[in-house]
């Protein structure tokens, strides 16, 4: 055995001797200010998303009245249906939740809950808001290339991608709601034991 060998042991040792500070449990004001941070974001996520939708709408209804091909009118149409039903179960999904005044439960529960209510909206936006959407664009873009007279891959590949991007954008931000769930439910069980 050479010292090389009885050196690492010896510090693989001291290593598994040391002692591990347990983790502490949240301190309710700390818990407060993260359950308020999470309102504060997803208010003013969904205040951008209701902003771009009341600009957007607009738009299409211009596009449905002023381009020429029943294609590009239908499809500007379907996609301000789309962007209503975005709004709508944005609403209905990730609305913010305030605490109630007469919450019977722990501030930790309520926030656990609104925590899997954001990821699990976040999970399903190719459902709720990306497929509304999705046919009203490719319609309006078919519609658009009848129009010039042309046939090109191009503006389908850069809409699929964009839509492609926004469910992993949303599935991104979903994991990092995951591992803020397991660490409160981590901490919920070390309290527990």
């Known amino acids: 055995m050479s010292n090389t060998d009885s050196a690492e042991d010896q510090a693989r040792g001291l290593w598994k001797a040391q002692d591990v500070p347990a983790l502490q449990p949240l301190a309710q004001q700390q818990l407060a200010e993260q359950a308020a941070k999470l309102q504060g974001t997803v ?3 969904n205040r951008r998303e209701v902003i771009a939708a009341i600009a957007i709408a607009p738009v299409f209804l211009f596009y449905a009245w002023f381009f020429p091909h029943w294609l590009s009118q239908l499809g500007a149409l379907l996609t301000v ?6 709004v ?3 609403g209905r999904r990730a609305s913010v939740r305030l605490l109630p005044e007469d919450w019977a439960g722990s501030l930790l529960a309520f926030h656990r809950s609104e925590l899997v209510r954001q990821r699990d909206a976040l ?6 808001y990306v497929g509304p959407m999705a046919p ?6 078919c519609g658009r290339q009848i129009e010039n007279g042309q046939w090109q891959p191009w503006p389908f590949v850069i809409a699929a991608l964009l839509m492609a991007g926004v469910v992993g954008l949303n ?10 769930i397991d660490k409160l439910d ?6 527990n034991a």
């Open 43 to 45: 208010w003013r996520r």
């Open 81 to 86: 249906v789309g962007i209503g039903v975005v």
């Open 88 to 90: 709508w179960q944005l």
């Open 123 to 128: 999970r399903s936006v190719w459902l709720w």
């Open 136 to 141: 009203g664009i490719m319609l309006f873009i």
């Open 171 to 180: 599935r991104y931000a979903a994991r990092g709601l995951q591992r803020e």
């Open 186 to 191: 981590e901490l919920t069980r070390k309290d």
